[in-house]
């Protein structure tokens, strides 16, 4: 079993939706959660941190933790073509910085 | 401006031959770190580096070295030991023990 399971995708949703995003951990041990978007050919671009269950929110986007369950998500409001890019979820724990980051769902928003 | 910086952007090398990818920060991080990207994979770690002159071998090392004689750069050569190096290469940086900040990349290509 893999550390951090995300789904590949691919998503497609028509401009206006609601995305939801998730990713599920198997080590309880882990602290924190980040989100990061990828465009083709980039570098990945963090969008979200958090360390404790619950609710963050920044803009059109929230992220989510359920730490009994070992599930984040990523929630994506009025989704634009501009958010058409592939979403990793990276998870760490203790004090050596590494992080585990799932394979990466790949999102297209249609106009 | 701060940021990370990766030369070159794309790079060609031929069997039996060592490359080396540049990578360099301005933002004062402590820890730097380097990662592979396949198609339709996630990030695996290759090395990283907490402080000047040391550094810790991350999932998939063999075949790479590094070096961290300054805080601000981290090479990373891809020597002929590693059979298989066409990939995206991506370096990172973080203050502290979460969010990591990516580079732009490097694509390499074996002839």
């Known amino acids: 079993q893999k550390e951090v399971e995300q789904d590949p995708g691919p998503l497609s949703v028509p401009e206006g939706a609601i995305v939801s995003l998730n990713c599920t951990y198997s080590?309880?041990?882990?602290?924190?959660f980040m989100w990061y978007r990828q465009y083709s050919r980039k570098g990945p671009e963090l969008l979200m941190y958090?360390?404790?269950?619950g609710n963050k929110e920044d803009g059109r986007f929230t992220a989510q933790v359920d730490k009994s369950s070992k599930y984040i998500s990523l929630f994506i409001r009025d989704s634009q073509p501009s958010d058409s890019a592939t979403y990793l979820c990276a998870i760490g724990a203790g004090n050596t910085g590494k992080l585990i980051f799932g394979q990466g769902t790949t999102l297209q928003v249609k106009p | 401006d701060g940021g990370i910086t990766q030369s070159p952007k794309y790079l060609f090398r031929k069997e039996g031959q060592n490359v080396t990818l540049s990578c360099e920060q301005n933002l004062n991080h402590d820890a730097m770190y380097w990662y592979r990207q396949d198609p339709g994979q996630g990030l695996r770690l290759i090395y990283y580096s907490q402080i000047v002159n040391d550094f810790q071998k991350g999932d998939i090392a063999e075949g790479y070295s590094v070096s961290r004689e300054k805080k601000e750069s981290f090479p990373l050569t891809v020597t002929s030991a590693q059979k298989n190096p066409t990939a995206f290469y991506l370096c990172?940086?973080?203050?502290?023990?979460?969010?990591?900040?990516f580079g732009p990349g490097t694509r390499l290509t074996v002839l």
């Open positions: 990172a940086s973080s203050k502290s023990y979460n969010e990591q900040f």
């Open positions: 958090t360390y404790s269950s």
């Open positions: 080590n309880s041990a882990f602290q924190y």
